[in-house]
């Protein structure tokens, strides 16, 4: 699958290690190109990076993000965007406290398919789930069942099988696993790496 990842900090660039590794043929897109000389992908200019992307990753600031991809509708007209940023201040405190950047994504960006998911886990997990003792869980919401199918199969090629998988519904359920991001910062600072396991 060809990936588009926007966003090359520690998130974007871990993501594209896992996605390569996993046979993936994955771009960064950049304002500056030139400059992303350490990056596990090839860096290219934005609309170039986007051409041809099966799936785009946007992997960019929570804060930011909207408005960064807003100014790219055109170009994300049509594509399915996975988002696994948590919008959060300074502060840590949530940007969007009564929903989430997911939907607000997807009210700015009504031609693209959103997705959200990945953004409950520590980094290190993103791409080695088999680093933790048991089995857990990651979340996916957006209101396409088609791009929801091609973003699973990327978690699966990632270690992610489906039955660890747990689609919550629309993208209005995005709000639960952003705002759970308070709980998940206060449990890191206690130690890490981990991850949560539905049990019933």
Known sequence: MRIAI???????TTLATG????????????RTPDAKTDLPA???AVPEALT???LVVSALPGAVA????????GELAGHVLLDISNAVTPQFDL???????????????????????????????????????????LFLSGDDAEAKSLVSGALVSLGWPVEQQLDLGG????RGPEHYFLLFFGIMRLGGPFNIAIVR
Do not use: C, M, W
């Open 6 to 12: 926007l966003g090359t900090g520690v998130a974007g």
């Open 19 to 30: 996605l390569v590794a996993a046979g993936h043929d994955v771009v960064f897109g950049s």
């Open 42 to 44: 090839s860096a290219l």
């Open 52 to 54: 041809g992307a099966e």
């Open 66 to 73: 909207v408005e960064a991809l807003t100014a790219l509708a």
């Open 95 to 137: 940007v969007y406290p009564n929903a989430s950047l997911g939907e607000a994504i997807q009210s700015a960006l009504p031609q693209t398919r959103v997705v959200k998911s990945l953004n409950t886990l520590a980094i290190s997990t993103l791409i080695a789930p088999d680093t933790l003792a048991e089995p857990t869980q």
């Open 171 to 174: 993208i209005e359920t995005a």
